[in-house]
Nanobody, 122 residues
Framework: VQLQASGGGLVQAGGSLRLSCAAS????????MGWFRQAPGKERDFVAT????????YYADSVKGRFTISRDNAKNMVYLQMNSLKPEDTAVYYC????????????????WGQGTLVTVSS
């Protein structure tokens, strides 16, 4: 499966952005999906994951209550709605696909998109 993330940009603190991730292939619904992020000079961190059906989600504590992950299996899309953005949310955001199920561990994901930059100004 190939993944293409989009929707990043520059936003002021307190603002919102919605990231999108388009997946190719007819087997999208067989993959759990996740979002990760990497800030400059830091390791890649887990943000959110959603199971194959979309009924189950899990978030990093740092984004819980502010971010919402969702998916549309008919359109081969996964989204990350980000509200109440903070400067510390600034990072390159990556979507990823896991055949093994929803996970907060990056090694569980076999396919990665190219990343989209989110910059939150104070």
């Amino acid at each position: 499966v190939q993944l293409q993330a989009s929707g990043g940009g520059l936003v002021q603190a307190g603002g919102s952005l919605r990231l999108s991730c388009a997946a190719s292939g007819r087997t999208f619904s067989t993959y759990a999906m996740g979002w990760f992020r990497q800030a400059p000079g830091k390791e890649r961190d887990f943000v959110a994951t959603i199971n194959r059906s979309g009924a189950g989600t899990y978030y990093a504590d740092s984004v819980k209550g502010r971010f919402t992950i969702s998916r549309d299996n008919a359109k081969n899309m996964v989204y990350l709605q980000m509200n109440s953005l903070k400067p510390e949310d600034t990072a390159v955001y990556y979507c990823a696909a896991s055949y093994y199920g929803d996970s907060s561990v990056s090694n569980a994901y076999s396919y990665w998109g190219q990343g989209t930059l989110v910059t939150v100004s104070s």
